[in-house]
T-cell receptor, first 114, second 110 residues
Framework: DGGITQSPKYLFRKEGQNVTLSCEQNLNHDAMYWYRQDPGQGLRLIYYSQIVNDFQKGDIAEGYSVSREKKESFPLTVTSAQKNPTAFYLC?????????????FGPGTRLTVL | RKEVEQDPGPFNVPEGATVAFNCTYSNSASQSFFWYRQDCRKEPKLLMSVYSSGNEDGRFTAQLNRASQYISLLIRDSKLSDSATYLCVVKGSDGNKLVFGAGTILRVKS
């Protein structure tokens, strides 16, 4: 049963704490992406990775970090430097980053900073 | 100006109605276009790609107008289950990133 999983579904964090959001895919996709979604706004790209051990900043990378040590995993760390981290975080993957390959999304993680 | 703009709606329509959404994009070099559907508090899912000649998938028809830089989605015979937010998505000029519109809310009522 192929797909993308994200955990946890809901996450609560105190101000000043770092948290790591998990994203795993078994689709054998090369490219993976992290987006955040805020109410009334489109998805905004945080980071993306086209291949293992390589990743690039998206449009709103400040306060976030990622790693891509394995093809199937692309965890996102929300650091205390992120000023407004409460949002819906979505991970996606695609066969390749170029061309018109479809991006498939995981179910998302809702992060709330208390 | 936003790179991808959509009317946020909501569009409130009765079952069986035909409804159309438009989306405009600012980057004339964009090559790939999509419509995604997002249900409340769920992840976006691909509804259909948009091809230059226009394409149809059942009750859904997508059109692309490169000269005017807009994309449209037409839904015929609306169902209650069509209620969702429809996201217009454009592949950016660098070829790697997708740019998402904020979405158009559709509510189909019985």
């Amino acid at each position: 049963d192929g797909g993308i999983t994200q955990s946890p579904k809901y996450l609560f964090r105190k101000e000043g704490q770092n948290v790591t959001l998990s994203c795993e895919q078994n689709l054998n996709h090369d490219a993976m992406y992290w987006y955040r979604q805020d109410p009334g706004q489109g998805l905004r790209l945080i980071y993306y990775s086209q291949i293992v051990n390589d990743f690039q900043k998206g449009d709103i990378a400040e306060g976030y970090s990622v790693s891509r040590e394995k093809k199937e995993s692309f965890p996102l760390t929300v650091t205390s430097a992120q000023k407004n981290p409460t949002a819906f975080y979505l991970c996606a993957s695609s066969r390749a980053s170029g061309g018109a390959d479809t991006q498939y999304f995981g179910p998302g993680t809702r992060l709330t900073v208390l | 100006r936003k790179e991808v703009e959509q009317d946020p709606g909501p569009f409130n329509v009765p079952e069986g109605a035909t409804v159309a959404f438009n989306c405009t994009y600012s980057n004339s070099a964009s090559q790939s276009f999509f419509w995604y559907r997002q249900d409340c508090r769920k992840e976006p899912k691909l509804l259909m790609s948009v091809y230059s000649s226009g394409n149809e998938d059942g009750r859904f028809t997508a059109q692309l107008n490169r000269a005017s830089q807009y994309i449209s989605l037409l839904i015929r015979d609306s169902k209650l289950s069509d209620s969702a937010t429809y996201l217009c998505v454009v592949k950016g000029s660098d070829g790697n990133k997708l740019v998402f519109g904020a979405g158009t809310i559709l509510r189909v009522k019985s």
